[in-house]
């Protein structure tokens, strides 16, 4: 995994998610390795933040996969709480660190990166939903707790982005966005997500706090 640290800011996540981070010009720097394992993730949390005790936010783009292809009747509920201790649990704890490290003294903003997952249905993913809708709530509790400190708290949920993680249903998806799963007829770049990062990041949203903002091409967008 991943940690990139900037001038001002503290993100940690997957390679995945630091690709993103490096696609979001004027905000994100340097790699530096760190982790985020299941059961490790407070300790982890604490001693990051504190290296990045001036920074002025948060941006969790963390993650664990789903087991590919597993039938929600017969989950490894084992591997699924891994799953939901990494996006959710890990995220939490994430959150909290950053704030006894420094924002709850200076402000700033959090931005947790999610999925459609979290609202969109997916029965051989089900441990992935749980854990990202879960991820979800953490979002709208800080917002609603960190207000009053000055921190405002977002959920970006990417849609169908070109990544290491979707390459093995390329071709999957190419036909669905053919077909019109998004009226934006293309896969989503990390860009797309990094350039939506940024936007937050530079405070361009100063009166929104506890709010999703999806780069999904219009997946949500209902058709009749």
Known sequence: MNIVV???WFVVGSTEGARCGRAAPGILGRCAVGSRRAGTAAATATESAATAAAAAGLVDLGGRVAQRGSDLVDLDLD????IVEVNAIGALAWVQAAHRAWMGEHGGSVVN???VSAHAVSTNRGDYCVAKAGLGMVTKLFAARLADHGINVYEVCPGVIA???TAPVR???DKLIAD??????????PSDVGKAVVAL???YFPFTTGE??????GFNVRKL
């Open 79 to 82: 591997a699924a709480r891994k």
């Open 113 to 115: 990166i999610s999925s």
């Open 171 to 173: 071709e999957k998806y």
């Open 6 to 8: 900037s001038e001002r």
């Open 180 to 189: 019109g799963l998004t009226p934006i007829r293309r896969w989503g770049e």
């Open 212 to 217: 999703v903002f999806n780069v999904d091409g």
């Open 201 to 203: 990041a530079r405070d």
């Open 163 to 165: 990544s290491d993680m």
